[in-house]
């Protein structure tokens, strides 16, 4: 495991990063140096992850042991990685994946995969709740476009976000928009403000918003030219195109932005970390490792 061009870096920064592969959930400077286990021994599936910098907690979805079993849940640990404990139990959720957190109000967002939903709760785990479901069933959930997996929230905005991603490399994954509560007097299932805002892209994943500049990034694990990419579209209106900002990764899967130091981060399944511009410039590796990266977050230290 060796750090690249350990260059630029802030001992005020910190990137929290999910190996699957190990069971574990790591600690990196934005240099790949000082690279800590914060916890090991996960012998289900972690794969989302975010910060409460405030309120010094890590939250970390888990796929479970059986995908195919409704044995999800969601966990958290302080920064350190002690003390540890579940907050949305076994079967809470069915494969939860990437995860975001309103600090503000005290909401937990994620979207559940083979539970084909995007959901809530509160920090604490109470209150758990739909707020779209796709699909319902095992026939349903054999189609994988019903599959919900990256999420982001703009509180201010009143909008979820989020992608379902479609079989594999299928060029069928497609972007949503709605508001964040679900309308009165409707349901989960059939609700009147969902967007389509892109389809047909080759497998859409993670999400992440740049408020500040008005952006919505995601990761796309399909098959090039448009897979394996970081992606950007506006959020003004209802957009329609789109650019690929950066791409040539190896199963694009976990995005970080850093708004103040106009920079991302990006995990693959072939067990690297990159940073880029938020423009997609200067793409290096930062770290590669015989692992597997899903979800990464990134903080700096005066935000806590």
């Known amino acids: 495991m060796s750090p690249r061009d350990p260059v630029g870096s802030s001992s005020d920064e910190q990137l929290f990063v999910l190996d699957p592969h190990h069971g574990r959930v790591l600690s990196v400077r934005p240099d790949g140096r000082d690279m800590k286990v914060l916890l090991e021994g996960r012998n289900a599936t972690p794969d989302g992850i975010t910060v409460d910098a405030a309120r010094g907690h890590l939250y970390l979805t888990n796929m479970g042991h059986d995908w195919n079993a409704n044995d999800g849940f969601i966990e958290r640990a302080d920064l350190d990685g002690r003390h540890a404990t579940i907050v ?20 937990l ?29 095992e026939e349903d959930r054999k189609d994988k476009r019903n599959w919900c997996v990256g999420i982001a929230v703009d509180t201010e905005g009143g909008h979820v976000y989020w992608t379902q991603k479609g079989p594999s490399k299928g060029g069928q994954g497609r972007i949503f ?16 403000d969902v967007e389509l805002l892109f389809d047909g892209l080759p497998e859409p994943i993670d999400l992440e918003l740049d408020l500040t500049n008005r952006h919505l990034y995601w990761t796309d694990r399909g098959a090039p030219p448009r897979g394996n990419t970081v992606n950007r579209a506006s959020i003004d209106g209802r957009p329609t195109t789109y650019d690929v900002l950066v791409d040539g990764f190896r199963e694009a899967i976990g995005l970080a932005l850093d708004i103040e130091g106009r920079r991302m981060f990006v995990t693959d399944l072939a067990g690297s970390i990159h940073t880029a511009t938020l423009d997609g410039e200067g793409k290096r590796a930062i770290l590669e490792t015989d692992g597997h990266f899903t979800g990464i977050a990134h903080i700096r230290s005066h935000a806590r």
Request: aromatic content about 6%; proline content about 8%; charged content about 30%.
């Open 177 to 192: 928009r709605a508001g964040i509560d679900v309308p009165k007097g409707e349901t989960p299932e059939r609700r009147s």
């Open 88 to 107: 949305v139990p076994p079967g809470g959720t069915f494969t939860p994946k990437q995860i975001v957190l309103d600090a503000a109000g005290e909401w």
């Open 109 to 137: 967002y994620w979207c559940d995969r083979e539970g084909m939903r995007v959901m809530r709760a509160r920090i604490d785990g109470s209150s758990i709740e739909t707020l779209v479901q796709t699909g319902n069933g």
